[in-house]
């Protein structure tokens, strides 16, 4: 029964096929096709823009520069320390439990923990602008 149908279906579908004329496409039809391709291929959304500027990136650069110089050549800023100007003093002191008393953190490990907070906090304004210029396409 069903190679019956079958069978109707492709004398039916011959038969509409020999009817139909013979279709072919235009003499320009390649340009046209090739001149639709090149306008796509120039879209703006695949322009490469960097997140940072050449600018931003050549003050970061100086600024490492002269922290790195300073760290080197050691040239005092100040006799007292980075931090003696916020005077921590007079923040009232909470008791630490025993259990943390004895841990002890250099100040190369909390240096990096500032300056890793501070990228941060600086990447992510940054990465969200970014972000929200691809939406908007």
Not at 60 to 76: C, E, K, T
Not at 84 to 89: C, I, N, R
Not at 114 to 136: N, R, T, Y
């Amino acid at each position: 029964m069903k190679d019956n149908k079958d069978k109707h279906l492709d004398k039916l579908i011959d038969r509409v096929m020999d009817e139909m004329p013979l279709e072919s496409p235009s003499m320009d039809f390649t340009a046209n096709i090739l001149s639709k391709v090149n306008t796509l291929s120039k879209s703006e959304v695949t322009v490469y823009k960097p997140l940072i500027s050449i600018y931003l990136i050549f003050i970061i650069g100086m600024l490492l520069f002269g922290s790195l110089a300073y760290v080197v050549f050691r040239f005092p800023l100040e006799e007292t320390g980075w931090f003696s100007s916020l005077e921590l003093g007079q923040l009232p002191i909470f008791k630490i439990p025993e259990v943390f008393s004895s841990i002890t953190i250099s100040k190369t490990f909390m240096y990096s923990i500032v300056i890793f907070a501070v990228l941060l906090f600086v990447q992510i304004p940054l990465l969200k602008k970014q972000f929200d210029k691809q939406l908007e396409y």
